[in-house]
């Protein structure tokens, strides 16, 4: 398998540009960055090319911006695939909700559509994921996840459970802060609100009072209301909008104890 240096020199040779010529056009990216890191000497970039040497993550910059490379796909020369950050990240529980900042931005979907498969209806996707390629997400109509901020659920959070369960993967419309009022007839209707406190970050259904702001988790869980000083000591990143999660989290995170009861107020 060609070498990541190899591939940098190939591309520097169809540009038919010499050793030098990169030496100074990094010495231009590290003026414009204010960072002399971005600078490639030119014996340095022998050894990229002809030895295996890796290169910075600055210095991988500038050879992206002089050989006009989309720096993800030259990261991946290298062996780090970041189109599977996400899915590593699934793979690591953390027990605090907290955000998630990179933006998942394609899945695996059909190439051909031919009346297989209609996003309208629920689909057993396992099936059909041996002959897909990638699409966006907005192909099964949902939401246009690339507008969005996200969180997890952490594995220890069962506040808002069961509309929320741990683990539970949610987006968040950071354009939606204000908190409403009214507006709703039941449970599965009223606005969940994603916070950060001092301590972390949780979800829950909020009431406004006077210099106040009272999250409440789900009755199912038992746990008390939480008062925050508002604003001050919470501050409202969005409400959320979509959540993709396990019907088994019970089976997956049994409560701590053994106790049928969601985890205290604290968690």
């Known amino acids: 398998m060609e070498r990541a240096g190899e591939k940098l020199k190939r591309v520097r040779e169809k540009l038919g540009l010499t050793y030098r010529e990169v030496e100074q056009a990094s010495q231009e990216v590290a003026r414009s960055r204010g960072s002399e890191e971005f600078a490639i000497a030119l014996s340095r970039l022998a050894d990229i090319e002809n030895k295996g040497t890796v290169p910075t993550i600055y210095r991988i910059y500038s050879l992206c911006a002089i050989y006009r490379l989309d720096l993800g796909e030259v990261l991946g020369w290298y062996g780090v695939p970041g189109e599977k950050l996400p899915a590593d990240a699934m793979d690591i529980g953390l027990s605090r909700t907290h955000e998630v900042r990179f933006k998942p931005s394609v899945i695996s979907a059909p190439l051909a559509m031919a009346g297989d498969f209609d996003p309208a209806k629920t689909t057993f996707l396992a099936q059909l994921l041996r002959r897909w390629g990638s699409l966006p997400f907005s192909f099964l ?127």
């Open 141 to 267: 109509r949902s939401l246009d996840l690339r507008q969005y901020r996200y969180g997890l659920i952490g594995l220890d959070d069962w506040t808002m459970y069961p509309l929320l369960a741990p683990g539970a993967f949610v987006a968040i419309d950071d354009s939606r802060r204000k908190i409403a009022r009214a507006g709703w007839s039941d449970e599965f209707d009223r606005p969940i609100y994603f916070l950060e406190h001092r301590d972390g970050y949780c979800c829950g259904w909020c009431t406004p009072m006077e210099g106040r702001l009272l999250v409440h988790s789900h009755p199912a869980t038992h746990c008390e209301p939480r008062m925050f000083t508002y604003p001050g000591e919470i501050d409202v990143i969005g409400q959320v909008v979509g959540v993709a999660m396990s019907l088994e989290a019970r089976k997956r995170y049994p409560v701590r104890g053994g106790s049928t009861r969601g985890p205290s107020p604290d968690q």
